[in-house]
């Protein structure tokens, strides 16, 4: 009746070091990469310290994320919102695209790209009616373990850096007692344990230590987990 899984934006480098441990701690995660940015270089000064932003290449992609789920995050990660519909429908369906022939299997998640609103209606009823993914994640946290309503605007349960709520809710969760499904759904971006103070990658291996292992919880990618509870219609 417990499910627990993650979901990482943007493919960046630093997902290597994320999924080493998750592994460690049989954790499972999805991660949402954008086909046509692979291998550039970037980053921007935080903090007074240099964050790197740089993507991993396309011909590491199936080694690093093997035992994870690869999900759509368009090819160029543009607020979907402002686009036309045959935008949407190429920057999908084209990502979509690309990683199933990188990762050998059909790729069918997804993460809307961008901060602020950055899906609404129209969007998630382009990418329901023209493309192939059959789910796709906000950035809308509702403190909450409720299975989403619409897997076209699922909403996750918190951020990884807001740390009060993430480990009040994972302390919660552990405790939980419950006879309907439950869902504890938590997302973010790899890079930010180089500069997040109150999220650092030490504090990250202590939550995944506290909510992992536990008997009654079931640990998976995004999609198995959605599959399994009956939320896909395709």
């Known amino acids: 009746m417990k499910y627990f899984t993650f979901s990482f934006d943007d493919g960046v480098t630093q997902d290597k070091r994320l999924i080493e441990i998750f592994n460690k701690y049989g954790l499972k995660s999805t991660f949402n990469l954008n086909s046509s940015l692979f291998g550039l270089k970037g980053g921007w000064e935080q903090g007074g310290k240099w964050l790197n932003h740089n993507k991993v290449s396309p011909f590491e992609v199936k080694e690093i994320y093997a035992g994870h789920e690869v999900a759509v ?40 790209p961008c901060g602020g609103v950055n899906n609404d209606d129209r969007v998630a009823g382009v990418i329901k009616e023209k493309t192939g993914v059959c789910f796709s994640r906000t950035i809308t946290s509702t403190y909450s373990f409720d299975l989403p309503k619409n897997v076209y605007r699922l909403d996750p349960s918190v951020h990884v850096c807001d740390t009060e709520n993430l480990f009040r809710m994972a302390e919660e969760f552990i405790q939980l007692k419950t006879e309907k499904p439950q869902l504890f759904y938590v997302w973010g971006h790899s890079y930010e344990f180089d500069v997040t103070p109150n999220m650092s990658w030490e504090r990250l291996e202590e939550f995944c230590k506290l909510i992992s292992g536990k008997e009654d919880i079931v640990y998976d990618t995004n999609i198995k987990i959605l599959s399994r509870l009956g939320l896909l219609d395709k």
């Open 73 to 112: 995050h368009t090819l160029t990660h543009p607020n979907l919102t402002g686009e036309n519909d045959d935008t949407v429908e190429y920057q999908v369906e084209e990502d979509r695209k690309q990683l199933s022939r990188l990762v050998g299997y059909e790729v069918r998640g997804m993460a809307y």
